[in-house]
Nanobody, 114 residues
């Protein structure tokens, strides 16, 4: 049974930082590309960052220079370090594991107050 469990969300003031974690089980973690997505109220889910199985990161333009994605294959965990947060970063953040199939976590709420 595949499980992706996000944690680390919360309420933070603009300019602050949060670190999200996504712990995976039931998959060969090191073989999967890992992604972070977010969905704000009334908006479509968008891809925020990806880290490939080989460790190459990619970012949406809206978060470049502020967010950093990383992975620890020994812990089956992917992270999203979010700095200089803005109110427009407010959303539910989801991680996904992508290989032949895509698996999703349940999401964690991030709220940035102005």
């Amino acid at each position: 049974q595949v499980q992706l469990v996000e944690s680390g969300g919360g309420l933070v003031q603009a300019g602050g930082s949060l670190r999200l974690s996504c712990a995976a089980s039931g998959i060969i973690f090191g073989a999967h590309n890992m992604r972070w997505h977010r969905q704000a109220p009334g908006k479509q889910r968008e891809l925020v960052a990806q880290i490939t199985s080989g460790g190459t990161p990619n970012y949406a333009d809206s978060v470049k220079g502020r967010f950093t994605v990383s992975r620890d294959n020994a812990k089956n965990t992917v992270y999203l370090q979010m700095n200089t947060l803005k109110p427009e970063d407010t959303a539910v953040y989801y991680c996904s594991a992508v290989r032949l199939k895509t698996y999703w976590g349940q999401g964690t709420q991030v709220t940035v107050s102005s």
